[in-house]
């Protein structure tokens, strides 16, 4: 099918195609690249909506996609060779009810190339309704058998809402770059992208952010359960094939370096328990599936096509109606019906290994079946995890907390801290702040008002640094008693000093509440210091000790060595008017005439209540 107008034949010979990677959040391996259309200002036309319009209109909408099409398929072939990576390719929706219509081209068009159907994914927007959603149903129905990827693009953004995603059953869903920008200010966005990510596990769809641009995007699209990014994060569209990789290493390395995140942990307990059941592939004939019912003790199988990626399950109790009914057995055995098992296939929820154990209890929640889910590694099948393993990783992994946990206020204690500071301490790449916090005056307040009081007030900080500090770029944690620590990632040195000062006087504040009114009105109690001398003692206040370790420009410093600064910060906050201390560890020098030893700063320069230290590493 070719297009003959000769006018539109010289505009889309001046397009070109640029090409945007799609990759796995968790590894940074190249999932397929997008390809988007450039040049349309040269070509003379206004927008590349412009394109598609006037197509529209003149009734050679589809003529013009195949012409782009065999464009983009072209050039793409060139980078893929024979490389099993995806092309996205954008399908406007009006092309099926195009009179120019017609389906079997893209086939031929693969095949000249040197494609599988497996290699391409059509997306499909909410930009536009469609008129008749049941006849696109069948034609998106018909790409699936054969073996396409439907990616609903833009998702959230257009009138038609959910309507698409239940007509489309896509494979993928792409989150509009709206939702995703700003996402870590705005909580309504992160709910929406949060719904969407259960929403399309629950259909067995995998999601994709579009539109990533900032560490902060990305860090909270992971954290969401999204399981490919799409953004300048990545790398921008790129004209040159020269530029497109198999694999964005930096992205794999952000991943690596959050070892302390708990999804890192979790993967030793998940794939402990996944169970591999052998799958049969998309283009078994049905008799011989029923065979393997017949020979195995299983009630389904999984479903990949020959990439190893799912495509679904087949249930045995699917074939029952045809193996029970008088002319079943031989409608089964026809070619023209028993080589496509597209229609008893049926959709499980899909998710990554290196996912949280709480995303795939919150997947599996979501999914009234009794299957469990099919587990991937870079979308690659590698089992079954069932409710019953399920069960099992939930139990270890809480006895696990119980033990690394504070007994009072359930953070995390000792080991999980040593484990941040063993793992933030050589990472160069990265600017980290080491916060110790620890409570003045609570021996006499303790003395006086009991150790019950003393624990609740434990607690009210515990929850003030819960909620400053649970997310991707920040740990907490206690030390115990009134000992706490907190751990900040990539933030900006003014900003940790005015959050700090706001949470000092928020404590200070809600700290009165324990005290008798008298006390408050006073502003001090007496009783015994802890030398057991009688005086006036100010009300509980906490002092902040704040190490910052600049990335790329610091030496390799050891846990003795940090934690000997903060002993001298802390020093410097408990006798500072405002309760805070803060220094480079840059500003420290060290001696080694008796081993490795911290010495006092060359200089000092008051700063208020910021201890600013002058010095160098020797």
């Not at 489309?168 to 700003?182: H, S, W």
């Not at 991937?376 to 992994?397: E, F, P, Q, R, T």
């Not at 933030?491 to 700290?511: G, N, Q, S, T, V």
């Not at 002092?543 to 990335?551: C, R, T």
Request: aromatic share 12%; hydrophobic share 35%; charged share 25%.
């Amino acid at each position: 099918m070719e297009l003959k107008n000769k006018w539109w034949i010289s505009r889309l010979s001046k397009l070109d195609y640029a090409f945007q990677p799609i990759v796995n959040i968790h590894t940074g391996n190249t999932f397929g690249f997008e390809a988007l259309i450039r040049g349309y200002k040269g070509a003379g036309f206004s927008s590349i909506d412009d394109i598609f319009n006037r197509a529209y209109k003149q009734g050679l909408l589809h003529h013009a996609d195949l012409h782009l099409r065999q464009k983009a398929f072209l050039k793409f072939s060139k980078f893929k060779q024979k490389r099993h990576i995806k092309l996205f390719y954008n399908l406007d929706n009006r092309l099926f009810n195009s009179g120019d219509y017609s389906p079997g081209n893209t086939a031929r068009m693969l095949k000249m190339y040197g494609y599988s159907m497996d290699d391409i994914c059509f997306e499909i927007s909410e930009k536009h309704q469609f008129r008749d959603n049941q006849n696109v149903s069948k034609i998106l129905d018909g790409y699936r058998s054969q073996g396409y990827k439907i990616a609903v693009d833009d998702c959230g953004t257009g009138f038609s809402g959910l309507q698409l995603l239940y007509y489309a059953e896509p494979d993928y869903i792409k989150i509009d770059r709206f939702f995703i920008q700003n996402m870590e200010n705005d909580p309504k966005k992160r709910l929406l992208v949060s719904t969407i990510v259960n929403l399309a596990h629950f259909m067995g769809s995998l999601v994709l952010a579009e539109g990533v641009e900032t560490m902060e995007e990305f860090f909270l699209c992971k954290e969401i359960g999204c399981d490919m990014v799409q953004g300048y994060f990545v790398q921008k569209p790129q004209l040159d094939l020269n530029n497109l990789k198999e694999r964005y290493k930096e992205i794999g390395n952000i991943s690596k370096k959050e070892k302390r995140n708990g999804a890192f942990k979790d993967r030793a307990l998940i794939t402990g328990e996944i169970n591999y059941i052998q799958p049969v592939y998309s283009d078994t004939d049905i008799i011989t599936i029923i065979e393997k019912f017949r020979k195995e003790e299983t009630t389904f199988f999984p479903v990949l096509n020959h990439h190893e990626e799912p495509v679904g399950i087949i249930r045995e109790s699917a074939f029952k109606e045809y193996i029970f009914s008088r002319f079943g057995h031989q409608l089964l055995e026809n070619p023209s019906f028993g080589k496509d098992v597209s229609k008893f296939i049926t959709k499980l929820p899909i998710t990554d290994i290196h996912s949280s154990v709480e995303t795939l209890t919150e997947t599996y929640a979501q999914y009234n079946d009794n299957e469990g889910l099919i587990m991937v590694d870079d979308m690659k099948y590698v089992g079954i995890l069932s409710a019953k393993s399920l069960l099992k990783i939930i139990n270890k992994k809480n006895i696990t907390l119980a033990r690394n946990q504070n007994p009072l206020t359930k953070l995390p204690g000792n080991t999980m801290i040593h484990e941040y500071f063993s793992e933030s301490l050589p990472d160069m790449e990265s600017t980290y702040y080491l916060i110790y916090f620890d409570f003045d005056h609570f021996k006499p307040f303790n003395d006086k008002y009991g150790f019950r009081n003393g624990d609740r007030l434990i607690l009210m900080f515990a929850d003030l640094i819960k909620k400053a500090g649970f997310s991707e770029n920040r740990f907490v944690g206690h030390i115990g008693g009134d000992d706490f620590f907190m751990g900040v990632k990539n933030a900006k040195c003014p900003d940790i000093i005015i959050e700090m000062k706001k949470l000092a006087h928020r404590f200070k504040k809600d700290a009165e509440s324990f005290y008798d009114q008298d006390i408050v009105s006073k502003g001090f109690m007496v009783a015994k210091n802890r030398e057991g001398t009688i005086e006036k003692i100010p009300l509980i206040s906490v002092s902040i000790a704040v190490l910052e370790l600049p990335k790329h420009n610091r030496q390799n410093c050891s846990i003795e060595k940090a934690a000997n600064i903060i002993a001298l910060l802390k020093k410097e906050a408990k006798q500072s008017e405002t309760g805070l201390a803060m220094a480079s560890i840059m500003d420290f020098l060290w001696t080694k005439k008796n081993g490795d030893q911290l010495a006092v700063p060359q200089e000092q320069k008051s700063t208020g209540p910021i201890l600013s230290c002058q010095g160098i590493f020797d």
